[in-house]
Structures are given as structure tokens and as C-alpha cells.
């Protein structure tokens, strides 16, 4: 079933363009240091290598040069709040396309040079309203950005988990733009007052049919820090365990958002 719609959070496009530039480059250093030992190591995404997780992140930003290349579609299809809910259909796709990719290039640094390069040229003079005809539908520059900064930080995440000590430092505005549009898209998914997730310190949405609260302290509040509340989002940690392990504080009847979640798989 299709999310509810709900107002776009706005996002600063200057500062958007920025960090994902700026994440990407982290992601680019941290690769170069990378053994032959370290990329063959397995990842928590199926059967890909760090190899092939690595080639992937080059692939999801090469894409808006790909698509700044296409001619502009006639209209959006997409909202950013669409996207999330829109990305599982093409994983078949993205895994075949990420195998070949990481095959035909055994040079990692001169694949990311290039897409470094590439995108660094296309962003200096497209405009934010341009349409994008991206594989999950048509959108504006602006939002497919950000878009790119939950793939740059969620892959971030996932190298840092399958290469003990890399430890890829995440430029602090594309944490938060990936955050926030996790948080409105549960927002979207679950729409309601009842709740309040708070991820502090970037967002905090209400979600859940129920009582809507208009003062105090609401009755059911969950938190949690950027990081679990992405891997929640994007199905890397379960909702069972992330309190088990007190990653995540949830009180209240309301409180329990295992229903809603994975948003993205």
C-alpha cells in the first residue's frame, strides 16, 4: 500500500550538493586504503564483497550524472517522499548492475576519480529544478540528492560494519538529510500523533493513529540515535534487538514501531 502523502521537509540545496560531494570523497579515501585482503571480505548485503559494495557506491552517485545526461522528462513523477517506498523493485537490477561494475573495474580509485570528477562538473551549473528520468521515476535534481545522501551514508555504514577499524567519518549534513527523510518517510508510512520518534540531533516526527497530543511530554516517545534509527530504517538492525540491546528507548502503548518497519529493504 502507498505511503499517505505528507508535506515535504524543504532541504537546503547548496548544502545538499556539498555533502554528498563531501561524503562520497570520505568514501573515496577510505577505499584507497583498502588490502586485497579487505576487499574480498563479505558484507551484510547477501553475497557482495567489499569490492562490490565499494563499486555500488560508485555506481549510486555516478547515476546523476547519468541521468543529467538523459533528456529531461516533461514532468515529475515522484515526490522525495515517494522515493524510499519506490527503491525495492529495482533490486535485482542494482545487484547485476553492481556485479558488472565491480568486474569490469579492478581499479577502484580510478573508478571513483572519475565518478568524483563527473559529478563535480555536472553540479556546477544544474539547476536544482531540473528533472531527473531516474529508473524509480521522475524527480527534480534537488530531491534526487538528497536521495543520494541516504545511499552514501546507509553504504558508509555498511563498510565500516564489514572492515573492523575503517571507521569512514559521515559529513555531518548528509547524517542529517539521510536521517530526516528516513524520519519523514515513517512519518508518511504510519501517519498519525500518537508517537513521537525523536532522533536527536536531527529529527523529530509524529507518526501513529491514536490520541494526538497537544502539550507536555507526549505518552508514547521513542528515541534513539542517527545511526540505529537508519539502520532500523533500511532493515540492518531489527526493532526486537535494537531494544534488547537498549540502542533504542520506546515507551508507551503506542511506542512499538516494528509494524512500520523496515521502510527501505
Known amino acids: 500500500m502507498p505511503p499517505a502523502k505528507k508535506r515535504t521537509r524543504s532541504h537546503d540545496p547548496a548544502k545538499i550538493r556539498a555533502a554528498v560531494l563531501a561524503q562520497f570523497g570520505n568514501v573515496r579515501q577510505a577505499v584507497h586504503t583498502l588490502t586485497p585482503g579487505q576487499l574480498a571480505l563479505p558484507t551484510r548485503l547477501g553475497d557482495w564483497t567489499v569490492r562490490e559494495l565499494a563499486a555500488h557506491v560508485t555506481m549510486?552517485?555516478?547515476?546523476?550524472?547519468?541521468?543529467?545526461?538523459?533528456?529531461?522528462?516533461?514532468?515529475?513523477?515522484?515526490?522525495?517522499?515517494?522515493?524510499?517506498?519506490?527503491?525495492?523493485?529495482?533490486a535485482a537490477d542494482i545487484d547485476d548492475g553492481t556485479r558488472r561494475l565491480a568486474e569490469a573495474n579492478p581499479d577502484l580509485g580510478a573508478l571513483y576519480a572519475a565518478t568524483e570528477e563527473r559529478l563535480a562538473r555536472n553540479l556546477a551549473d544544474a539547476p536544482g529544478a531540473r528533472l531527473l528520468a531516474t529508473r524509480t521515476g521522475a524527480l527534480s535534481l534537488a530531491d534526487y540528492l538528497v536521495t543520494r545522501t541516504v545511499e552514501l551514508v546507509v553504504h558508509t555504514d555498511d563498510l565500516n560494519a564489514a572492515v573492523p577499524g575503517l571507521d569512514?567519518?559521515?559529513?555531518?549534513?548528509?547524517?542529517?538529510?539521510?536521517?530526516?527523510?528516513l524520519a519523514d518517510a515513517l512519518a508518511a508510512r504510519a501517519p498519525g500523533g500518537s508517537t513521537e520518534v525523536r532522533v536527536p540531533p536531527y529529527a523529530v516526527v509524529q507518526c501513529v493513529e491514536g490520541p494526538r497530543h497537544t502539550r507536555g511530554t507526549p505518552p508514547n516517545v521513542v528515541e534513539t540515535d542517527p545511526l540505529t534509527w537508519i539502520r532500523l530504517a533500511t532493515g540492518r538492525l531489527a526493532w526486537a534487538e535494537a531494544l534488547r540491546d537498549a540502542k533504542v528507548s520506546a515507551s508507551g502503548e503506542r511506542a512499538d514501531l516494528s509494524a512500520h518497519l523496515p521502510l527501505m529493504a
Open 168 to 181: 569512514i567519518p559521515y559529513d555531518r549534513q548528509a547524517l542529517a538529510a539521510c536521517t530526516r527523510l
Open 60 to 90: 549510486s552517485v555516478e547515476t546523476v550524472s547519468r541521468n543529467l545526461d538523459r533528456e529531461e522528462p516533461a514532468k515529475a513523477e515522484l515526490t522525495l517522499l515517494d522515493w524510499p517506498f519506490a527503491t525495492a523493485a529495482r
